[in-house]
């Protein structure tokens, strides 16, 4: 069965340092997000991705952060000058179309950590 | 992976027993829910979800009851079994978008 994987699974990091999480969404999907998740807290929607554009994010998703498709197959998650609070699991998912209702499979995530 | 903290609630229920999962949700214009489970190590994984216009759906051995008049959700899950064991968390989204807001889960644990 098709999956999205993400890499690393833990990425350790110094402040102020830049990182990339890297996805891979399934192959026929058209639609990817990034949820994170920090310790002990819910999931949180950071941004939704189609047709090279961001069509949804939240407020989490600042100026810090950027989403790319760099080829036919990678979905990354940038923050360029990490801070101790962007400390969390980092989900990738992606959905064959993007309705609300669609379906989102979900990446067995990245754990960042930010000393 | 882990995807929960130290203070998530926790329902043990024994193999073979019915399983119920609560969520009280927060935003009364919320039109579309869906029920996660996620085990560890994992990424959450679709159950089954609900739309407003319903106040109950069943699938293969799970059951989502809404009550819009008190903003409740619950997951029923039939004849819990080992491979149940998860963390179960519910999410709601009221503006046909993608931002989606997530429940803090509850851990279930089925006891052999």
């Known amino acids: 069965e098709p999956e999205v994987t993400q890499t690393p699974s833990h990425q350790v990091t110094q402040m102020g340092q830049e990182v990339i999480l890297r996805c891979v969404p399934i192959?026929?999907?058209?639609?990817f997000y990034w949820y994170r998740q920090i310790l002990g807290q819910k999931v949180e929607f950071l941004v939704s991705?189609?047709?090279?554009?961001?069509?949804?994010k939240s407020e989490i998703f600042d100026d810090q952060f950027s989403v790319e498709r760099p080829d036919g197959s990678n979905f990354t998650l940038k923050i360029r000058s990490t801070k101790l609070e962007d400390s969390a699991m980092y989900f990738c998912?992606?959905?064959?179309?993007?309705?609300?209702?669609?379906?989102?499979?979900f990446g067995p995530g990245t754990r960042l950590t930010v000393l | 992976g882990e995807s929960v903290g130290l203070h998530l609630p926790t329902l043990s229920v024994q193999e073979g027993d019915n399983s119920i999962i609560n969520c009280a949700y927060s935003?009364?214009?919320?039109?579309?829910f869906i029920w996660y489970k996620q085990e560890s190590g994992k990424g959450p994984q679709f159950i089954i979800d609900?739309?407003?216009?319903?106040d109950k759906r069943q699938g293969q051995r799970v059951t989502v009851l809404l009550n819009k008049t008190v903003k409740h959700l619950s997951l029923q899950i039939a004849a819990t079994q080992p491979g149940d064991s998860a963390v179960y968390f519910c999410?709601?989204?009221?503006?046909?978008?993608?931002?989606?807001?997530f429940g803090p889960g509850t851990r279930l644990s089925v006891l052999p």
């Open positions: 998912a992606s959905s064959e179309r993007g309705r609300y209702t669609d379906t989102q499979y």
């Open positions: 192959s026929n999907h058209l639609y």
């Open positions: 991705f189609y047709n090279n554009e961001i069509s949804e």
């Open positions: 935003n009364s214009a919320s039109d579309y």
């Open positions: 609900i739309r407003s216009n319903m």
């Open positions: 999410a709601e989204n009221s503006d046909y978008g993608q931002n989606f807001v």
